[in-house]
C-alpha cells in the first residue's frame, strides 16, 4: 500500500495554532496538509494508553488506508493526537518510513488558559477526558500524586508540560532515525521570512507569488480574529504562577525533570 513520499506529522497539544498551520502549509507547492482529518483516532485514544497494541491496529486498519490515498507527494497530517499513542506506534515499526516532525509551540500559559476557557479539563470534563491525556494516563511522563486536589487550571497546565516531555522524547526519536525534526513557535510564524524557514527546514518547494499572496492573506485574517477574543481570565496573574510552581514542584517531586523547570 503506497503512502505519500514525504509525511509530516506534528507532535502538540492542540490549542496551539493547529488549524492555522494547516492552512499555511496547505498554501505550498504540491503539498496536501489536513487538519485532524479522518479516520479519528479519539474513540481509542484512551484504550491505546491501557495497551499500546490499539494504536498499532488503528494504524494497518485504518491510517494508513487513508493515507494510500493522498495522491500528493507531500502530506502534512496536522494534529495534538498523534503524540498520544499513533506516532509512539508508528516509529516502533520498522516497515513504515520515518515522518518528519514539526514540534508546534505556544505558550504554556496561554495553551492553558484556552483550554480552561473551553472546559477541556483532562480528567474533568466530557471532552477534556475525550481528547486529552491526564496525569492517570498509564503513558504518561510526567508523574505525579494528589493531582485530584488540583485546580481545573493546574490539570491543564499539567498536560500542556506533559506535551512538551512528549516533544523531547518523539523528536529525539525520530531524528535518531533519520526524520526531519523542526521547533515551530506558532506565534513568530507572522512573516515571509519564517515561512521560508520553515520551508528549508521541511525541504518543500518554495511558494510562488499566488502563494505568497495566500499567506499574507491568512496572517491578516488570523490577527483580525484574534482581535475579536472578549474572554477575561477570572484568575490574577500571582494565582496562575502559584498554581503552575505547584505543578512543577510536584512534578520533580516525582522524580521527573520538568520540561519548564529545565
Not at 495497551?51 to 494497518?60: H, I, K, Q
Not at 507527494?73 to 496536522?78: D, F, G, P, Q, V
Not at 497546565?157 to 518523539?170: I, Q, S
Request: net charge positive; charged share 25%; aromatic share 8%.
Amino acid at each position: 500500500m503506497k503512502i505519500p513520499e514525504r509525511l509530516i506529522l506534528t507532535v502538540t497539544s492542540g490549542r496551539s495554532g493547529t488549524k492555522h498551520l494547516s492552512r499555511i502549509l496547505g498554501l505550498l507547492p504540491g503539498v496536501s496538509s489536513l487538519h485532524e482529518p479522518e479516520p479519528n483516532f479519539v474513540p481509542k485514544m484512551l484504550s491505546a494508553q491501557e495497551d499500546p497494541r490499539v494504536a498499532t491496529e488503528f494504524l494497518y486498519q485504518k491510517k494508513i488506508p487513508a493515507l494510500a490515498a493522498i495522491k500528493q507527494k507531500y502530506y502534512a497530517e496536522i494534529s495534538s493526537l498523534w503524540c498520544k499513542g499513533l506516532l509512539q506506534a508508528w516509529l516502533a515499526e520498522p516497515s513504515l518510513p520515518v515522518p518528519d516532525l514539526i514540534l508546534l509551540d505556544r505558550d504554556l500559559r496561554r495553551i492553558a488558559l484556552s483550554l480552561f476557557r473551553l472546559e477541556l479539563t483532562p480528567e474533568r470534563t466530557h471532552n477534556g477526558r475525550e481528547w486529552y491525556l491526564g496525569p492517570s494516563a498509564k503513558t504518561a511522563i510526567l508523574k505525579v500524586g494528589d493531582f485530584e486536589k488540583w485546580s481545573d487550571y493546574q490539570l491543564c497546565y499539567w498536560y500542556a508540560l506533559e506535551v512538551e516531555a512528549r516533544k523531547l522524547v518523539l523528536g529525539k526519536l525520530a531524528a535518531v532515525k533519520g526524520g526531519r525534526v523542526v521547533r515551530v513557535d506558532i506565534e513568530k510564524l507572522r512573516s515571509l521570512r519564517s515561512l521560508y524557514g520553515l520551508v528549508r527546514a521541511l525541504d518543500l518547494p518554495r511558494p510562488g507569488p499566488g502563494e505568497i499572496y495566500s499567506f499574507l492573506w491568512l496572517l491578516r485574517k488570523k490577527s483580525n480574529s484574534q482581535g475579536s477574543e472578549k474572554w477575561k481570565c477570572p484568575y490574577e496573574k500571582n494565582q496562575l504562577a502559584d498554581w503552575e510552581a505547584e505543578v512543577v514542584q510536584a512534578i520533580i517531586t516525582n522524580g521527573n525533570r520538568c520540561p519548564q523547570a529545565g
